[in-house]
C-alpha cells in the first residue's frame, strides 16, 4: 500500500488558487492589465468593459509589444521580464513583477493575446482558457498588445456568484481606473462601456486630469500642495474648505506613483482642515509623495494597497503642516481665535511623539433601523419606554462612564417638575445644550437632537405615504461624478416616492436637475439633499436599511440645524420636548450619540 500522502498540485489549480488572490473581483484584471500596459511604457491605452467586465475587459496599448516566445511564456507563473535575480527586488520601478497576474486570469478566463513589437511584421495571436493552451498563430496587428480577457470566472461559479451588483462591479472599475488614470497624466486614456464612451483623456497636467475625471467644477475648487524635505517629497492637490463633501470619495493618496490606503497619513490631512469645514465633512485631496524607496517596505503584495514607511511620524507631521500652509497661503485659515475652544488647539508634534491614529469603537451588531418599525403612532405612547432598549444599552456598553445615568428610562421618568418648568439651559458655543438635572449636568448635541427629531418625523411621514413634492421655483443643477451618476438612476423609482424629483440633464449623462423636494422640506439646500442621499446609499453601515429609512436619514441631516446656529431658550425647550417625544432620544439616526451626562460625582472629581 502507498503511504505517502503528498502530491504536487498540478499547475492548473495552483493557477486558480493564486487567481484568487489576484483577481478577486473584474476590477482587479482590469487594474493588471492596465498595469502591464503602462510597464510596457505604452502612451494611449484604451479600455473596453461589458457588463462590468463579466464578458469582456479588453486592454489595448501601444506598447512594446511582445515577441512569439514571450506571448505564450506570459501565461507561465512566475513569468516575468521584470525581474531577475534576488537583488532587483531592491530597485523595483515598474508596477508588476511577480509574473502571477497574467497566469491568474487566463486560469479563470477565455483570454485572447495579440501582440506584435515594432521590428517584428506581424504579430502572434494567443488563445488560452481556464491555464489550457487553445492556439497560436500569427497575426496581423498594430504595434502594441491587446488583451481580451471573457467570461471572468467561468470555470469558478463560487468566485462568480459572489460577485456583486453590475454597478457595484462597475464603480470598483471605475475606482481603479481613477487611480491609474491619476498618477499616468502623461498617458491618454480611452474608456468604454457597453460600447459608450466613458472617458477620454488626453496627455495633461495633473490638475487638467483631475478635472477630467472628477469634473470642471473641481478645477476652481483646489489648492496647491508642494513641499520638497529629506524624507519626502509632496506634490498634489487639496480641495478648498468650502468644496468639501458629504461623501469620502475623492480622497486619493499615492507614493512613489502608486495608490496606497494610508488612514494614519489621511488623519494627518483631515486634521489640518478640522476647524475648516463641519463635521461630516470630507475635504478632497490628491496627495503624492515621493520617498527614497528603500524607506519603503519592499515587500508589499502589488495588489495589495497598504504600505510601510519607515519615517512614519515624520511625513505624518510634514503632510500636516504642509496642508495648513497651503490652506494658510490662500488665506481660508480663520483669523487667530483667542476664545476658541482649548481641544481644538493644534499642538505641533514633538520630535519623538508617538503619534497614533485616532481608535473608533464600532458595535457591529449595532443597527440604527432596527427602531424604525417601532415608532408608534400615536405621540402620547413616546412616552414609553422605547421597545429597542436594550439596543442602545449594548451600544453604549463598552464605554467607560454610562451614558445614561442609574434610571435607564431618563428622563421620561424624571420628575416633570424638575426637569421641565424649572429648565436652566446655555447654549454652548452655539453647538451644545447644557441643562441641569437632578443629577448633574446633561449635555445635548444640538445637531444630533435635531436630526432625530426630524427623522422620525420624516419617517412617519413616508410610512404614511404622506410624502407631496413641491415644485422647486428655480430647478437646481447637479454635476456628478461618475459613480454618483449611476447610483441615481439605480435609485431613480425610490427617489421619485420620496417625493425628490430629479432628471437627467439633456446636455451631460452625469448631470441632473433637480426640480422638486419632499412638501415642508423647502428650505433645503437640493443639492446638499441628493449629496446627503447618495452617502446614505453608498455607506455599507445602512446597507440592511430600507430605502424610507434612507431618505429620512439623509433628509434629516440635510435639514438639521448646524452647529453654530443659535438658539433662543424657547427653541431650545422646544427642542428638548420634541427630542424626548421620540422613540430614541439617545441615538441619532446614525447611532451617534446624542446626551452626554456629566454626574455630580464626574463634577466632584474635577475638584479634587
Ligand atoms: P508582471 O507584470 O508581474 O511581470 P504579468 O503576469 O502581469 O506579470 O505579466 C507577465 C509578463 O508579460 C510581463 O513581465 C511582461 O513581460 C509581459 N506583458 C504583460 N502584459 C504586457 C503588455 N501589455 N505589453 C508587453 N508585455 C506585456
Ligand atoms: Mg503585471
Excluded at 423636494?517 to 437640493?526: F, Q, R, T
Aim: glycine share 4%; with cysteine; net charge negative.
Amino acid at each position: 500500500m502507498k503511504n505517502d500522502i503528498i502530491s504536487l498540485l498540478p499547475e492548473s489549480v495552483a493557477n486558480q488558487i493564486a487567481a484568487g488572490e489576484v483577481v478577486q473581483r473584474p476590477a482587479s484584471a482590469v487594474k493588471e492589465l492596465l498595469e502591464n500596459a503602462i510597464d510596457a511604457s505604452a502612451t494611449e491605452i484604451k479600455l473596453l468593459i461589458k457588463d462590468a467586465g463579466r464578458s469582456l475587459i479588453q486592454v489595448i496599448d501601444n506598447g512594446k509589444g511582445m515577441s512569439e516566445t514571450d506571448a505564450r511564456i506570459c501565461f507561465e507563473r512566475h513569468a516575468t521580464s521584470k525581474l531577475h535575480k534576488a537583488e532587483d527586488l531592491f530597485a523595483i520601478r515598474t508596477l508588476g513583477f511577480r509574473g502571477e497576474a497574467l497566469a491568474s486570469i487566463a486560469a479563470i478566463a477565455q483570454v485572447e493575446l495579440k501582440t506584435r513589437r515594432i521590428e517584428n511584421e506581424v504579430g502572434t495571436e494567443v488563445v488560452i482558457e481556464g491555464s489550457v493552451f487553445k492556439s497560436q498563430s500569427p497575426c496581423s496587428c498594430p504595434t502594441g498588445t491587446s488583451i481580451s480577457v471573457k467570461n471572468l470566472f467561468f470555470n469558478t461559479p463560487a468566485r462568480r456568484n459572489f460577485l456583486k451588483a453590475d454597478i457595484t462591479e462597475f464603480n470598483h472599475i471605475l475606482e481603479e481606473f481613477n487611480r491609474i488614470a491619476l498618477v499616468n497624466k502623461d498617458i491618454s486614456f480611452h474608456f468604454f462601456n457597453q460600447g459608450k464612451e466613458v472617458y477620454h483623456l488626453y496627455k495633461s497636467i495633473l490638475k487638467h486630469r483631475i478635472a477630467s475625471l472628477f469634473g470642471q467644477a473641481q478645477n476652481e475648487k483646489l489648492v496647491v500642495l508642494e513641499q520638497k524635505s529629506e524624507v519626502v517629497d509632496i506634490y498634489g492637490f487639496i480641495s478648498k474648505p468650502e468644496a468639501a463633501k458629504k461623501t469620502r470619495g475623492e480622497q486619493y493618496f499615492f507614493v512613489n506613483n502608486r495608490y496606497i490606503r494610508h488612514p494614519y497619513y489621511h488623519h494627518a490631512v483631515e486634521s489640518a482642515f478640522r476647524e475648516l469645514i463641519p463635521e461630516n465633512y470630507y475635504p478632497g485631496y490628491f496627495i503624492f509623495l515621493e520617498v527614497d524607496p528603500s524607506s519603503l517596505d519592499v515587500n508589499i503584495h502589488p495588489t495589495k494597497t497598504e504600505v510601510k514607511f519607515l519615517n512614519d511620524k515624520t511625513i505624518y507631521s510634514i503632510l500636516n503642516s504642509t496642508v495648513k500652509m497651503s490652506l494658510g497661503k490662500f488665506s481660508l485659515m480663520p483669523s487667530l481665535d483667542f476664545d476658541h475652544e482649548p481641544s481644538f488647539d493644534y499642538t505641533p508634534i514633538r520630535k519623538d511623539e508617538v503619534i497614533r491614529p485616532p481608535q473608533i469603537k464600532i458595535n457591529p451588531d449595532y443597527n440604527p433601523f432596527t427602531s424604525s418599525k417601532s415608532i408608534p403612532a400615536d405621540p402620547l405612547k413616546f412616552r414609553q419606554k422605547p421597545a429597542n432598549q436594550q439596543n442602545w444599552e449594548k451600544l453604549y456598553e463598552d464605554t467607560q462612564k454610562p451614558l445614561i445615568p442609574e434610571n435607564p428610562n431618563f428622563p421620561a421618568e424624571t420628575d416633570d417638575k424638575e426637569f421641565k418648568n424649572d429648565r436652566i439651559l446655555f447654549q454652548l458655543k452655539n453647538q451644545y445644550i447644557l441643562c441641569s438635572v437632578k443629577s448633574g449636568l446633561m449635555i445635548i448635541n444640538q445637531q444630533r437632537a435635531h436630526e432625530r427629531v426630524l427623522y422620525e418625523r420624516h419617517m412617519q411621514k413616508i410610512e404614511a405615504k404622506e410624502v407631496l413634492s413641491q415644485q422647486l421655483l428655480f430647478p437646481q443643477e447637479v454635476m456628478l461624478n461618475k459613480q454618483d451618476a449611476g447610483l441615481i438612476y439605480e435609485i431613480k423609482e425610490e427617489l421619485i416616492n420620496a417625493g425628490i424629483c430629479i432628471e437627467n440633464s439633456i446636455y451631460h449623462d452625469d448631470a441632473f436637475i433637480i426640480t422638486g423636494v419632499p412638501a415642508g422640506s423647502e428650505e433645503v439646500n437640493p443639492v446638499i439633499l441628493v449629496e446627503e442621499i447618495l452617502e446614505v446609499f453608498k455607506n455599507e453601515t445602512f446597507k440592511q436599511a430600507s430605502g424610507y429609512s434612507k431618505f429620512a436619514l439623509a433628509l434629516s441631516k440635510s435639514l438639521a440645524l448646524k452647529p453654530g446656529t443659535v438658539l433662543k431658550e424657547e427653541e431650545m425647550n422646544n427642542l428638548i420636548d420634541e427630542l424626548f417625544s421620540c422613540s430614541l432620544p439617545e441615538q441619532s439616526p446614525e447611532g451617534k450619540r446624542i446626551i452626554s451626562m456629566m454626574s455630580l460625582e464626574d463634577i466632584g472629581e474635577l475638584f479634587k
